[in-house]
């Protein structure tokens, strides 16, 4: 085996099954599905990731809604298999050694992809070391380096080391991973050296960066500036001691203001550039004028995310809708009344959960909103209490409503901490006419469960800072509408009152802009009180055409099969 035809995707974080808890949120889960879509084609590809060993971190809510982090502890003996090959990187002048496990991602036909964990808790390295890849984004600007070397400069090396001696292509997603391109380039001047037989330092040129340009890609699924890593050149020369002054000429050109901006460096060296959404593209295009971005719209694994019942109603209706994912536009020919038994089966075991969980005392009769996210201020979670009164008063009119919260901040985004808290603080204004529960811990089962459990998928990040989003994907699996803004994937998927509902009017202005959230506010109210609930409470057999709509329109669409095939036909094979 050399590798030869096989692409090698490099990813911080990757979301493969609850018991593994390697991924922290939206790239995560894409990451899997991608996966999962590539074995069910039968891509020859390889995966590479970090270990976790104590995971992204399990969150707990105190009784003010106040967010804590513990620790995961998962049996990575019991889920993965180690490899024996090891490699050594250099990390301020001590050798580290990584070494590999193994997970196997079956498709649909069998073919499988493996998944390598990279790990450097070995007795052989330094104390400081063997900790490296505990913690997803954990710890300061240093563990974070140490961790983006393990991954881009200790993957390549795994993968040597593994036998894929000439791999076709490296996919980055996101530039966490982008020091495999400097990697590559110090094979390549290795091999110069080697041949020249000269007695000299390895110096890396513009030409072997032009060299290894070819054989990268790179997927960016931000639009936040504070998403981009970027690390001081003195501690880069501090921690990255492996290559020498191998880059020194090349600094200037990837280390702009003295300092290393892992985008850059991916862009500067990929031959091809994509962001995740049509829009997403565009906003890239922007921020990144000189360089050419195209765009590949994310998707969702149809088959991971289908419910139990709403998978066995396309395995009545729709044969073969695994193997083939737009077969689901069939699904206009699913009676209605099947999708709603089917819905109302998943959102009874959903709520049992929330009522095991919460006094919430949710009842499957009432209708139910979903919103989960990770709790970031651009996200703006608390759009739906914007005004409490008005919230309450179209409840009076239209009945009790339920909504149901979840996701995680980021340990170390107090401002994220703060929303989760006064969401938590809101549920006492609206007591009565509304019942409002936040779930800690937001997981795979549980966004499995909440993305087709509830009536109305909720969406309200502030444009254009949604790079795609994927959750509002896998409620359309399930038949769920979604209810959003305007950014992201939802303006390519949103068909007015056929695949669900649009906040507002398209925002084309940045975070600069003047704030726009009392006009969404007053947008998602109208909409809510004029469209959605006398729909859903008095024409059911209405609100049902447009929960098949966004499964036959949307699902049929927005999935990592169609995402893949076009990787493969513009990216990786071309």
Not at 94 to 101: D, G, L, N
Not at 195 to 200: G, P, R, V, W
Request: negative net charge; hydrophobic residues 40%; glycine residues 8%.
């Amino acid at each position: 085996m050399d590798g030869r035809d096989h692409i090698a995707y490099f990813t911080m974080e990757i979301g493969l099954t609850e018991a593994m808890p390697t991924y922290a949120g939206g790239l995560g889960i894409l990451a899997g599905d991608t996966v999962r879509s590539a074995a069910d084609l039968g891509i020859p590809m390889v995966v590479v990731t970090l270990l976790h060993r104590k995971g992204y971190f399990t969150q707990k809510l105190d009784a003010t809604g106040w967010q804590r982090e513990e620790d995961v502890v998962w049996p990575v003996a019991e889920l993965l298999q180690e490899m024996q090959p090891r490699c050594a990187i250099e990390i301020e002048g001590r050798p580290v050694q990584v070494r590999a496990w193994k997970y196997e991602v079956k498709g649909a036909g069998g073919y499988i992809v493996p998944v390598y964990f990279l790990d450097t808790d070995l007795s052989e390295n330094a104390e400081p070391d063997r900790s490296i890849t505990d913690h997803l984004y954990g710890g300061d600007p240093h563990y974070r380096l140490c961790q983006e070397i393990v991954l881009g400069m200790g993957g390549v090396r795994m993968l040597r080391a593994l036998g894929y001696m000439a791999i076709k292509r490296f996919h980055m997603n996101e530039g966490h991973a982008a020091l495999l391109t400097l990697e590559l380039a110090y094979e390549l001047s290795k091999q110069a050296w080697d041949l020249a037989y000269e007695q000299m330092q390895h110096t890396v040129r513009p030409e072997l960066m032009q060299m290894v340009k070819p054989k990268c890609i790179f997927t960016t699924h931000t639009s936040v500036p504070a998403g981009h890593d970027k690390f001081p050149l003195e501690l880069v020369h501090q921690v990255n001691t492996g290559y020498g002054d191998a880059f020194a000429e090349l600094e200037r050109g990837f280390c702009p203001e003295n300092e290393l901006n892992m985008t850059y460096l991916a862009l500067e060296n990929s031959h091809y550039i994509n962001g995740v959404a049509k829009r997403h593209g565009k906003v890239t295009q922007q921020m990144f004028s000189k360089y050419e971005i195209h765009s590949i719209t994310n998707g969702v694994h149809a088959a991971t995310w289908a419910t139990p019942p709403i998978a066995q109603l396309f395995d009545e209706r729709i044969p073969g809708w695994r193997e083939d994912n737009s077969s689901l536009r069939y699904a206009l020919n699913i009676p209605k009344r099947d999708i709603w038994k089917a819905h109302r089966q998943v959102k009874e075991q959903l709520l049992a959960l929330v009522n095991s969980r919460s006094a919430g005392g949710f009842e499957p009769d009432l209708f139910t909103i979903g919103f989960a996210r990770r709790a970031a201020v651009y996200k703006r979670a608390e759009l739906l209490f914007w005004d409490t009164g008005k919230l309450q008063e179209i409840a009076r009119k239209f009945g009790p409503i339920q909504i149901l919260y979840a996701g995680k901040a980021h340990p170390r985004d107090t401002a994220g901490k703060e929303v989760i808290r006064r969401i938590h603080e809101v549920k006492e204004k609206l007591k009565g006419a509304i019942k409002l529960v936040y779930l800690e811990n937001y997981s795979i089962d549980m966004a499995k469960l909440m993305t087709a459990g509830v009536d109305l998928w909720l969406n309200t990040p502030m444009p254009p800072l949604e790079a795609s989003g994927t959750s509002g994907m896998k409620a359309a699996v399930n038949g769920v509408p979604s209810f959003s803004i305007l950014d992201g994937w939802w303006e390519e998927g949103c068909i007015e009152g056929v695949t669900g509902w649009a906040i507002g009017n398209d925002h084309n202005g940045g975070p600069e802009n003047r704030d726009t959230r009392p006009e969404d506010a007053d947008a998602l109210y109208n909409k809510l009180e004029m469209v959605i609930l006398p729909m859903f409470c008095n024409e059911s057999d209405r609100y049902a055409e447009v929960m098949r709509h966004a499964i036959a329109l949307n699902a049929s669409f927005f999935n990592t099969e169609r995402m893949v095939s076009q990787y493969v036909t513009k990216a990786y094979f071309k």
